[in-house]
C-alpha cells in the first residue's frame, strides 16, 4: 500500500534536514581545519642583528718599556714622543682607547677619563653597541712617580723637556722666586699646570684631589697633551717674566 502524500512530504524534510546538518557540519570542519592551519603557522624567524665585534685594545706595559723588554713597544714610544718633544720627562704617551699597565696592575684609559670627566661635570656619551665612550682619540702623557718624586718636579722637568726640544736652555733655578718673593713666569706656569693634569692611584683605582700625597709606582699623573702644548705654544719664552697667574687665570702677554 502506498505511503500517503503527507508521509512523503514529511520523509523529504527529514531528508532535507540531515543534508543540511551534514553540510554545517562539513562546513564547520572545513574551517576549523583551515584556522588550525592558520594558527599553526610559523613565521619566519626574524633576522638576528649580530653585535659589532670589539678590536682588543692595547695595553702599554711600562715595567717592559722601563726594562727595554720590547722593542717594538720602545720605537712606537719614541714615535709618538717625538713631536712634543718630551722623550724624558713623559715614560709613555697612550690613546684614549688603549690601557695602560704598571706593575701588576692594567687599567684601561677609558675608565681613568671616565672619572675625569664625571668630576668635571660633563655627561658621558656611550655607544650602545660597542659599550665604549663617544670621543676623539687623543693622545695622553704619562708620568709614573717614583722615589722622592713631587708634582712641581715633575711639571718642571715637563716644562724643560718641551723647550730644550725648541732650542732654549732654561736654567734649574727658573722656577724660584725672586729675592722679593715674587714668583717668576716659570713658576706660574707650573702653578696653572696642576690644574690641567690629574693624578690617578692604580691602587685604589681612583683619582686623588690631593696633588702633594703621591707615592712611587702606585700614582701616575696624566697630561692631556693637546691642552698643555696649547698653552706653551702660545707662551713666547722671551716674555715669560710678564706673565701673571691669579690663582685660576694665567695672564699672557699680549702679542705685537
Known amino acids: ?38 594558527l599553526k603557522h610559523n613565521p619566519a624567524p626574524a633576522e638576528q642583528t ?29 714615535e709618538r714622543k717625538a713631536p712634543y718633544g718630551v722623550d724624558k720627562s713623559l715614560d709613555m704617551i697612550v690613546k684614549s682607547d688603549e690601557s695602560i699597565k704598571v706593575g701588576g696592575k692594567t687599567v684601561p684609559m677609558k675608565k681613568i677619563l671616565d672619572q675625569v670627566r664625571l668630576s668635571n661635570g660633563e ?33 718642571f ?11 732654549i736652555h732654561v736654567s734649574p733655578l727658573a722656577d724660584e722666586p725672586d729675592r722679593g718673593g715674587r714668583s717668576s713666569g716659570v713658576g706660574k706656569i707650573l702653578k696653572f699646570s696642576e690644574h690641567m693634569v690629574h ?32 698653552l706653551l705654544d702660545r707662551i713666547d719664552y722671551t716674555d715669560i717674566q710678564r706673565i701673571e697667574f691669579d690663582g685660576e687665570t694665567l695672564w699672557l702677554p699680549a702679542q705685537p
Open 1 to 38: 500500500m502506498a505511503d500517503s502524500p503527507q508521509k512523503q512530504h514529511l520523509s523529504v524534510l527529514v531528508v532535507l534536514a540531515f543534508c543540511c546538518v551534514v553540510a554545517l557540519g562539513l562546513i564547520a570542519w572545513l574551517v576549523g581545519s583551515r584556522s588550525s592551519r592558520v
Open 50 to 78: 649580530r653585535p659589532t665585534p670589539m678590536e682588543p685594545e692595547t695595553v702599554i706595559d711600562f715595567g717592559k718599556i722601563q726594562k727595554h723588554e720590547d722593542k717594538a713597544l720602545a720605537e712606537l714610544m719614541k
Open 123 to 155: 655627561i658621558l656619551e656611550t655607544d650602545l653597541e660597542s659599550g665604549r665612550a663617544k670621543e676623539e682619540r687623543r693622545d695622553y702623557g704619562i708620568h709614573v712617580v717614583q722615589p722622592n718624586e713631587n708634582i712641581w718636579d715633575i711639571h
Open 157 to 167: 722637568k715637563l716644562l724643560r723637556d718641551y723647550y730644550d726640544h725648541k732650542g
Open 199 to 230: 693624578i690617578y692611584n692604580l691602587k685604589e683605582h681612583k683619582l686623588e684631589s690631593d696633588l702633594d700625597q703621591i707615592y712611587p709606582l702606585t700614582k701616575i699623573v696624566i697630561y692631556n697633551m693637546s691642552d698643555i702644548f696649547a
